[in-house]
């Protein structure tokens, strides 16, 4: 194992959703981003040129998050 993949997986930290579409979803982050983007595909009728469309949902580190797991917060008002 190299050096940057050792560092990587020492900043990885175990993370969960909560509310909105994507609850009690876990996953693992690095170096606690402030804000995770989760997408979901929607169904198009006849997209012209392979178009495809994804709802957009944002969760937002809750601050007071110091432990694993972290925990991040729907944001129903974003973006």
């Known amino acids: 194992?190299?050096?940057?993949?050792?560092?990587?997986?020492a900043n990885q930290q175990i993370a969960m959703l909560d509310g909105g579409p994507a609850h009690g979803l876990r996953m693992w982050v690095t170096s606690r981003p402030p804000v995770v983007q989760v997408t979901w595909p929607c169904?198009?009728?006849?997209?012209?040129g392979g178009m495809r469309v994804e709802a957009l949902y944002v969760y937002r580190l809750d601050p007071r998050a110091?432990?694993?797991?972290?925990?991040?917060?729907?944001?129903?008002a974003s973006p």
């Open 1 to 9: 194992m190299d050096a940057d993949t050792s560092d990587t997986q």
């Open 43 to 48: 169904e198009v009728e006849a997209p012209p």
């Open 66 to 76: 110091k432990e694993q797991p972290l925990r991040y917060g729907f944001d129903g």
